[in-house]
């Protein structure tokens, strides 16, 4: 697996495990987050798209139009990653 596939898979991984517990939802909304664009796995989206109906609905990996929320200042960070739909 390519190193920039890891890191992906490691930042979605822990997106959607704080996402999971309560105090993770605490903490999600106690810090400034912001969209980012074309790292979000199939079917790990946070809200719905252009071509899919609802949050966990995006059909391929790096879709361009679909978004994860991320700590402001990670998404730049992530290969593939951008704060603008592609």
């Known amino acids: 697996m390519k190193k ?9 991984g822990s997106l959607l495990a704080l996402g999971l517990s309560a105090a993770g939802n605490q903490a999600l909304a106690a810090k400034k987050m912001e969209k980012c664009f074309g790292i979000v796995k199939a079917g790990h989206n946070d809200c719905q798209t252009a071509t899919s109906s609802c949050a ?8 361009k139009d679909a978004f994860v929320l991320v700590p402001t200042g990670t998404c730049e960070r992530l290969v593939g990653g951008s704060t603008t739909k592609g």
């Open 56 to 63: 966990g609905t995006s059909t391929v990996d790096g879709q």
């Open 4 to 12: 920039s596939t890891r890191l992906v898979t490691a930042a979605a």
